[in-house]
């Protein structure tokens, strides 16, 4: 009888499905000479490897983790990293108590607020911030002045920025403030350039005075406070798994 001939798979994929770091990060954990493959260095991406294979980042060796998928309301003043520059408050800070190593999937600015995903599945974090999934973000957004409709139009039609013309945004209004000269509307993109809506009101001249994420693809942050958690339920994360494409 035939043996059943081994499955190969991209490292950066294995990797990322231990846990290690997102495929995009494994691909640098890769390039840097940190990885080995049955006891030899391997520093090119197109190797692929088979379920035997003996891999070790930095010396030890790679070992299955169950995946934890964390929802956590961010509050302003916090940064989206592991660790703080200047001794900052980070997430992880506030996912101190959670044993598992979990990453931010995506970043939200130092002054922006709203809904992080942390998880250790380096493949879905891969899925989701990969531009080909067009995952949707929904961003609560106040500026300054009272923005008149054909303004918000430039926005729904794209704004031309320094790195390229961004895709059209779905904006609805919520309210013109007369008394505070503000306006309130909801934005959702699927990009992910840095500090992307806040360029994009100040092409408009109409500058961000809040910013809050509410929603990112199916996930809200509905039954969470500023500073607290809880993990996806199975549902969640299924639906998730569902519009990232997860088992193709």
């Known amino acids: 009888m035939e043996e059943k001939e081994e499955k190969l798979e991209r490292l950066q994929k294995v990797m990322a499905a231990f846990g290690i770091a997102s495929r995009r990060e494994c691909e640098k954990i890769i390039l840097a000479g940190r990885v080995k493959v ?87 974090m891969q899925r989701i911030t990969h531009p080909s999934h067009e995952v949707v973000k929904t961003y609560e957004v106040t500026v300054d002045g009272l923005v008149p409709d054909e303004k918000l139009d430039i926005l729904r039609l794209g704004v031309p920025l320094e790195d390229g013309l961004t895709a059209p945004a779905f904006v609805e209004l919520i309210a013109r403030n007369k008394t505070k000269s503000a306006t309130e509307f909801t934005m959702s993109i699927h990009e992910g350039r840095n500090r992307q809506i806040r360029r994009m009101c100040d092409f408009i001249g109409y500058p961000v005075r809040h910013l809050r994420r509410i929603k990112l693809a199916n996930l809200t942050l509905d039954g969470l406070k500023k500073g607290q958690y809880r993990e996806l339920t199975e549902e969640e994360l299924q639906a998730l798994e569902e519009i990232v494409g997860k088992h193709e």
Do not use: W
């Open 38 to 124: 049955n006891n030899k260095v391997v520093t090119e991406l197109g190797v692929k490897v088979g379920p035997k294979a003996f891999i070790t980042v930095d010396g030890k060796g790679l070992k299955p983790v169950s995946c934890k998928y964390v929802l956590l309301y961010k509050p302003r003043g916090v940064v989206t990293t592991m660790k703080g520059p200047q001794g900052r408050k980070t997430v992880a800070d506030m996912i101190a108590d959670i044993p598992e190593r979990l990453f931010p999937v995506g970043r939200l600015d130092y002054s922006t607020e709203g809904l992080i995903l942390l998880t250790n599945d380096g493949d879905l």
